[in-house]
């Protein structure tokens, strides 16, 4: 694992409530009850506890443009956020229409994810409901997977009404599962390593199979693959997806050569689809990661 401070960007969960519910969503999307709307006095705290770090800023969801005060938000990003190439978003394009003008006012274009899903031919998700401590017996192996997880060192940190998460997964099971919180977020909270984070690890990685090179499912499909002890759990925090049936268990006990076969034929759990977007017109591929067509 690497120190908070050497992560890409750190998320600022502005709300967990989405216009889709997407297989395998990282921030379980149709598991809660009840969506968060982080208030703006947060968001303004949030952002200025990340003072002085120096790696992408972004602002996420669920969808952050179904956010009643997205404007208000972009406007502290543009407030505290000095540097443009700092700021990113997160977005399904949900209300561009309405919220374009303000984007492009924070975000430079190529600082845009724009991710509809509505590319039926493409998008897999790598499940995260099933719990690694039920599918890998060899827990050297599973603690081995978990401390090169490629969430801690691809994606992002985050920050959710309940505090500041070394990883965004960590902090949507903590949401999802009524955990105790994360860091408080006082200045400098972000400057941890993994020594000192540890205990976020033990209490969230177990539970997570994002570290577990398995099979990766279609994001259309309607169920989540889930583990009986984690299927337990979201019954009993009465989650409306997994009351519906929404969900196929998931139980079979993974060997060393298991994850090695996985891996080997190809295991890229950070890449959804082959080709990214900043908006509902324009596409570029990963070769060169820079915007090159116009669709």
Same mark, same amino acid.
């Given at each position: 694992?690497?120190?908070?401070?050497? $992560? *890409?960007?750190?998320?600022?969960?502005?709300? &967990?409530?989405? /216009? %889709?519910?997407?297989?395998?969503?990282?921030?379980?999307?149709?598991?809660?009850?009840?969506?968060?709307?982080?208030?703006?006095?947060?968001?303004?705290?949030?952002?200025?506890? !990340?003072?002085?770090?120096?790696?992408?800023?972004?602002?996420?969801?669920?969808?952050?443009?179904?956010?009643?005060?997205?404007?208000?938000?972009?406007? %502290? $990003?543009?407030?505290?956020?000095?540097?443009?190439?700092?700021?990113?978003?997160?977005?399904?394009?949900?209300?561009?229409?309405?919220?374009?003008?303000?984007?492009?006012?924070?975000?430079?274009?190529?600082?845009?994810?724009?991710?509809?899903? =509505?590319?039926?031919?493409?998008?897999?998700?790598?499940?995260?409901?099933?719990?690694?401590?039920?599918?890998?017996?060899?827990?050297?192996?599973?603690?081995? %997977?978990?401390?090169?997880?490629?969430?801690?060192?691809?994606?992002?940190?985050?920050?959710?009404?309940?505090?500041?998460?070394?990883?965004?997964?960590?902090?949507?099971?903590?949401? !999802?599962?009524?955990?105790?919180?994360?860091?408080? !977020?006082?200045?400098?909270?972000?400057?941890?390593?993994?020594?000192?984070? $540890?205990?976020?690890?033990?209490?969230?990685?177990?539970?997570?199979?994002?570290?577990? *090179?398995?099979?990766?499912?279609? /994001?259309?499909?309607?169920?989540? %693959?889930?583990?009986?002890?984690?299927?337990?759990?979201?019954?009993?925090?009465? /989650?409306?997806?997994?009351?519906?049936? &929404?969900?196929?268990?998931?139980?079979? =006990?993974? /060997?060393?050569?298991?994850?090695?076969?996985?891996?080997?034929?190809?295991?890229?759990?950070?890449?959804?689809?082959?080709?990214?977007?900043?908006?509902?017109?324009?596409?570029?591929?990963?070769? &060169?990661?820079?915007?090159?067509?116009?669709?």
């Amino acid at each position: 694992m690497i120190p908070i401070y050497r $992560m *890409p960007v750190i998320q600022i969960e502005v709300t &967990n409530g989405c /216009s %889709l519910q997407c297989s395998q969503c990282t921030r379980f999307v149709g598991h809660h009850k009840k969506p968060f709307f982080m208030d703006l006095a947060m968001v303004e705290k949030a952002v200025k506890s !990340l003072d002085g770090y120096e790696h992408a800023i972004g602002i996420m969801g669920g969808e952050p443009t179904m956010h009643p005060q997205f404007k208000e938000i972009c406007e %502290l $990003m543009q407030k505290h956020v000095p540097n443009r190439r700092q700021r990113e978003l997160w977005t399904n394009g949900f209300k561009w229409s309405e919220h374009e003008k303000i984007i492009k006012e924070t975000f430079d274009e190529d600082l845009i994810i724009y991710n509809d899903h =509505k590319d039926m031919e493409v998008g897999q998700h790598q499940p995260l409901l099933v719990a690694a401590e039920e599918i890998i017996d060899d827990r050297e192996l599973m603690w081995r %997977l978990i401390g090169n997880c490629w969430v801690q060192w691809r994606w992002a940190a985050s920050i959710t009404p309940k505090g500041g998460f070394f990883c965004e997964v960590a902090a949507a099971l903590d949401q !999802l599962f009524d955990g105790p919180g994360g860091y408080p !977020l006082e200045p400098g909270w972000w400057n941890k390593n993994p020594n000192e984070f $540890m205990d976020q690890v033990k209490r969230y990685c177990p539970r997570c199979s994002g570290a577990i *090179p398995m099979e990766r499912v279609s /994001s259309h499909v309607e169920y989540d %693959l889930v583990s009986p002890g984690n299927a337990e759990r979201l019954k009993a925090c009465g /989650s409306p997806k997994f009351l519906k049936g &929404n969900y196929k268990i998931f139980d079979k =006990k993974l /060997s060393e050569a298991d994850v090695e076969r996985v891996v080997a034929e190809g295991w890229t759990p950070w890449s959804h689809r082959p080709y990214k977007q900043s908006g509902p017109k324009t596409k570029w591929t990963d070769k &060169n990661d820079v915007p090159a067509e116009k669709i």
